[in-house]
């Protein structure tokens, strides 16, 4: 069964360095999610990407983020400059173009720790 | 955003069946309601989602109230592989691009 894969699974760095985490979406999917979930709290949404452009983004997705879907495979998240606050599982999804119903598959994460 | 309540946890013995309940009485005519869930380090999980009829597939079935405001998410036979954080969230359709805004969820525990 087709799944999203996410690399690395996790990383550690130091703040002010950046990163960035990699996803590999369902192939014939086309509209990608990132989302985070801060150890102990809730999965939170960060933005939404379709037609390589962003097509919606929370408030936490400031300056410092930025997606990217370089080669039509691999889906990025980079943060420029990392914060503790950034530390995190980061969550990459795809859902196929034209459901409706809009279920979205989830990878298994990556645990990003600044430090 | 229109907003789902949930039971913080519910328990359950394996092999019997386990009733989630949700309210989402601001619900509007074109919201599905989805259930997720998230197992112990891992990423969530796509269960089951519904619009107006009652649902079932292999890993659960979907119970919704005649008005809407409130659904109910039927586990058969719980496994010890169930235990996980069940979340229940309104679809915010085309114009969201149907992002998930995740609550907190039910901790459902199986009790061997």
């Known amino acids: 069964e087709p799944e999203v894969t996410q690399t690395p699974s996790h990383q550690v760095t130091q703040m002010g360095q950046e990163v960035i985490l990699r996803c590999v979406p369902i192939?014939?999917?086309?509209?990608f999610y990132w989302y985070r979930q801060i150890l102990g709290q809730k999965v939170e949404f960060l933005v939404s990407?379709?037609?390589?452009?962003?097509?919606?983004k929370s408030e936490i997705f400031d300056d410092q983020f930025s997606v990217e879907r370089p080669d039509g495979s691999n889906f990025t998240l980079k943060i420029r400059s990392t914060k503790l606050e950034d530390s995190a599982m980061y969550f990459c999804?795809?859902?196929?173009?034209?459901?409706?119903?809009?279920?979205?598959?989830f990878g298994p994460g990556t645990r990003l720790t600044v430090l | 955003d229109a907003k789902t309540t949930q039971p913080n946890s519910m328990e359950s013995n394996e092999e019997e069946p386990v009733h989630l309940p949700c309210n989402h009485s601001?619900?509007?005519?074109?919201?599905?309601i989805h259930w997720y869930r998230q197992l112990p380090s891992q990423g969530p999980e796509y269960v089951i989602h519904?619009?107006?009829s009652n649902v079932n597939n292999r890993m659960a079935s979907l119970a919704i109230a005649e008005d809407r405001k409130s659904s109910t998410l039927i586990l058969h036979r719980a496994t010890l592989r169930d235990a996980a954080v069940y979340y229940c969230?309104?679809?915010?359709?085309?114009?969201?691009?149907?992002?998930?805004?995740f609550g907190a969820g039910t901790t459902v525990t199986v009790r061997a």
């Open positions: 999804a795809s859902r196929e173009y034209g459901s409706g119903r809009g279920e979205q598959f």
């Open positions: 192939s014939n999917h086309l509209y």
């Open positions: 990407f379709y037609n390589n452009e962003i097509s919606e």
């Open positions: 601001t619900i509007s005519g074109t919201d599905y």
């Open positions: 519904g619009l107006t």
């Open positions: 969230i309104l679809s915010e359709g085309p114009s969201n691009d149907y992002k998930l805004s």
